[in-house]
């Protein structure tokens, strides 16, 4: 799950980060009251799930009530790359001497946790890395044994800190790598990590992707994310514990195990078809959650076609079929629909579909026929 950059800042501040105090505001009267509250000058910084929000015009500073209106007026409801600003978060300006630029991530080839540090921060760090990577230090850390302040050190050092502020640099260091553990995350990165002219070091920006796989272990972290800008039907399947990705073609897909629905997608795809969603309805699920699942992709108005393709294991294809036939009671679905049903219980699943003799209901023997059919339809029904 990503975070908002004020939610990253409030998971820094836990930890011992310096961030600045702010206030996360959903209208222009609320954003005044917070920025006149907070004191001038204030920055108004639209809250995103995208960078470059800077370049964008969603990071204003305001001098008094007057520009704080103006820029609050202004970033509301402005689109950067597609994301529309809901919120924005109100905090106090800061001056700044430097930016550097730090985080921490999860490096999937070492198997270990990856620290970097630069003092080239502020700009895009592909461009640190692809022009200067000398100025980029990136160092593995041992997970049990955890980032020491020696190794702290050693990385603000040869990253280029100023030699006055290597020890606050280190604390920095050490705090977000504290974050990136504690709070599970996969990816904690701070991008400017500035240094103020009194020599503070501090985080002026917060990007945070916390593991979903350990949301369990973080009851406090459950209302984070940016629910606002959700798709819907993507909540509704989250809340259904349904694994559902919305996707931008018109063929509706179900089946069970990703590996399964991943392959699913591509024959789709190699006959030229446009999936609407990726959908794993999981191993063992029965009928309730297979209607469940169909209601999620019809939900969808862009598509004109849906494949259930199962492979039956310990999900059984009599329960599926049964699934299939309720939806079809409750939900009257106008769209044709190709299943194909292979393994446990193939052959009671198909004449559960036999006998219900459901409208525009197409069995398939293989899933490439099953692709193949869904596609003609689809395009059919267009
Ligand atoms: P991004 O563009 O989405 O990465 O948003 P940032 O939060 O990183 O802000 C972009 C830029 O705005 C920063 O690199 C700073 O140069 C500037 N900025 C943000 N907050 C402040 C502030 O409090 N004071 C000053 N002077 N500049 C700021
Ligand atoms: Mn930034």
């Known amino acids: 799950m990503d975070l908002l950059e004020h939610q990253g ?4 501040g836990r930890h011992g980060l310096a961030v600045s105090d702010g206030k996360a505001v959903t209208t222009v ?20 799930l995208i960078g470059g929000r800077g370049k964008a015009g969603g990071v204003k500073l305001a001098a008094d009530e007057a520009e704080a209106r103006e820029h609050a007026t202004n970033i509301l409801g402005l689109d950067i790359k597609g994301h529309i600003v809901r919120t924005v978060w109100i905090e106090a300006a800061s001056d700044i001497a430097t930016e550097y630029y730090a985080a921490v991530l999860l490096d999937r080839g070492a198997k270990k946790p990856l620290v970097m540090f630069s003092s080239e921060g502020g700009i895009e760090i592909e461009t640190v890395a692809e022009e200067t990577p000398e100025k980029l230090v990136r160092d593995n850390v041992d997970p049990l044994e955890g980032l020491t302040r020696e190794h702290a050190l ?4 040869r990253g280029g800190a100023d030699e006055d502020v290597i020890e606050g640099v280190a604390d920095a260091l050490l705090a977000l790598y504290e974050v990136w553990i504690e709070e599970d995350c996969s990816l904690a990165e701070i991008n400017p990590l500035i240094v103020t002219p009194d020599r503070q070091v501090k985080a002026l920006d917060a990007k945070v992707t916390l593991d979903d796989n350990a949301m369990f272990r973080h009851k406090e972290n459950a209302e984070l994310g940016d629910s606002a800008n959700a798709d819907p039907i993507e909540l509704k399947a989250h809340e259904q514990d349904v694994i559902y990705v919305k996707l931008d073609g018109d063929i509706g897909i179900m089946g069970n195990g990703a590996g399964l629905v991943m392959s699913t997608l591509d024959v789709v795809a190699q006959y030229d078809g446009k999936p609407a969603n990726f959908l794993d309805a999981g191993g063992g699920s029965d009928a309730a959650k297979v209607t469940q699942a169909i209601e999620l992709i019809l939900s969808n108005p862009a598509v004109k076609a849906v494949l259930l393709n199962i492979f039956g294991g310990i999900t059984r294809c009599d329960e599926v079929a049964k699934g299939l036939v309720e939806a079809f009671a409750q939900l009257k679905p106008t769209v044709p629909f190709v299943v194909r049903l292979d393994g446990t219980n193939d052959v009671e699943g198909r004449k559960i579909l036999e006998d219900a003799a459901l409208p525009n209901v197409h ?19 267009a």
């Open 29 to 48: 009267e609320d954003a005044v009251a917070a920025a006149n509250e907070i004191g001038y000058p204030v920055v108004v910084k639209a809250q995103v």
């Open 9 to 12: 800042k409030q998971l820094f």
């Open 154 to 157: 050693d990385i603000a050092k």
């Open 363 to 381: 069995a398939a023997k293989t899933m490439d026929g099953a692709a193949e059919l869904v596609v003609k339809l689809a395009k059919e029904n």
